[in-house]
């Protein structure tokens, strides 16, 4: 019963991190399917989370930071558009260009508003009644079920108390699977990021459609880096994204462009994680194992998995490549 119960916490750490990368790896869907090499999701997710850790902070309603976040992640969104659709800029270099913007821009304005480092205050402070921070949710009779054997630790565990943004990823897979293979708006999607030419001769604009899909990209990234500051950590601190935005892309190159895929790769590197988190101090014949060691072996592993287990992934055909009209 013991390792039922470890099994249920690794798998419920599991989730918690691996919630950020899902939001990230969609977000890279929609933005490289229609041929932007999105190496800028770090960025967005660190841009977002300053912005809604601060707006949170400010207005003390986590559904403002929500918003303020989202909105920053499609601003940066935009200029990344801007760059490489309006243009027709190198992607990876704006791509590097707007993660030095967010990296630099969140730590100076931090420390000048909040003098504190670059943070942002702690979003739960009872001493000064804030209370910023997204809650768990408790599922119904999570409560009642929690001593029942199996089931409780599944339901009461596993299943109920994350916060809503862990539920809102989830369910965002099978919805932009949906929106990607299934309508006529992800036809045209998938359609630019293979042949642009053909797209535009049929009357539809390129530019508008890289522009559209980079705008939900901001959406999903947004979401992400606000699970982070908002709900998980409930205070910004620099640089926290921590290579998230990498992980996610690398998680979608494995998932071959597919959100079924990456989903898995996602959930793959978090389990990695969650059991690094709970080797941390444990000793090999007698030596003890430093723990920077536990903590680099998730993004090793992930490094071999990816490079020995992916086989041939065929990104899209136009990916990475300006779009230039014809001029008749």
Not at 60 to 66: A, F, I
Not at 155 to 166: D, K, P, T
Not at 209 to 238: K, N
Request: aromatic residues 10%; proline residues 5%; contains cysteine.
């Amino acid at each position: 019963m013991e390792a039922f119960n470890s099994l249920i916490l690794i798998l419920d750490a599991t989730l918690r991190v691996a919630t950020p990368l899902i939001f990230a790896a969609l977000a890279g869907m929609f933005s490289e399917r229609t041929g932007i090499v999105n190496i800028a999701l770090e960025g967005k997710i660190l841009a977002s989370a300053f912005a809604g850790a601060a707006a949170a902070y400010v207005t003390n309603s986590p559904w403002m930071g929500l918003l303020a976040g989202v909105m920053v992640s499609v601003v940066f969104a935009w200029m990344h558009a801007f760059a490489t659709v309006t243009h027709n800029g190198d992607h990876v270099v704006s791509g590097m260009a707007i993660n030095i913007l967010a990296a630099g821009l969140t730590a100076a304005l931090g420390n000048f508003w909040f003098k504190q480092g670059g943070n942002t205050p702690n979003l739960v402070d009872p001493f000064n009644d804030i209370d910023a921070r997204f809650s768990p949710i408790t599922l119904p009779f999570a409560d009642q079920l929690a001593d029942v054997p199996v089931i409780g630790g599944l339901y009461s565990e596993l299943i109920s108390g994350h916060f809503l943004l862990v539920y809102i990823a989830l369910a965002a897979v099978p919805v932009c699977w949906w929106v990607m293979f299934r309508t006529r708006f992800g036809l045209r999607m998938r359609a630019v990021g293979e042949n642009p030419s053909a797209v535009d001769t049929a009357g539809i604009s390129v530019a508008g459609m890289r522009y559209l899909s980079l705008t939900i990209c901001g959406v999903l990234a947004g979401l992400a880096g606000v699970y982070l500051s908002v709900a998980v950590t409930a205070q910004f601190l620099p640089n926290m994204s921590a290579g998230k935005g990498y992980m996610a892309l690398a998680a979608l190159i494995f998932g071959k462009w597919r959100p079924r895929g990456a989903l898995l790769a996602c959930l793959m590197f978090g389990i990695l994680q969650a059991i690094a988190d709970r080797s941390q101090g444990v000793s090999l014949g007698g030596f003890a194992i430093p723990v920077q060691a536990i903590e680099a072996l998730p993004y090793v592993l992930t490094v071999v998995l990816l490079a020995g287990f992916i086989g041939k992934a065929i990104p899209p055909k136009a990916i990475g490549r300006p779009y230039v009209k014809e001029r008749e």
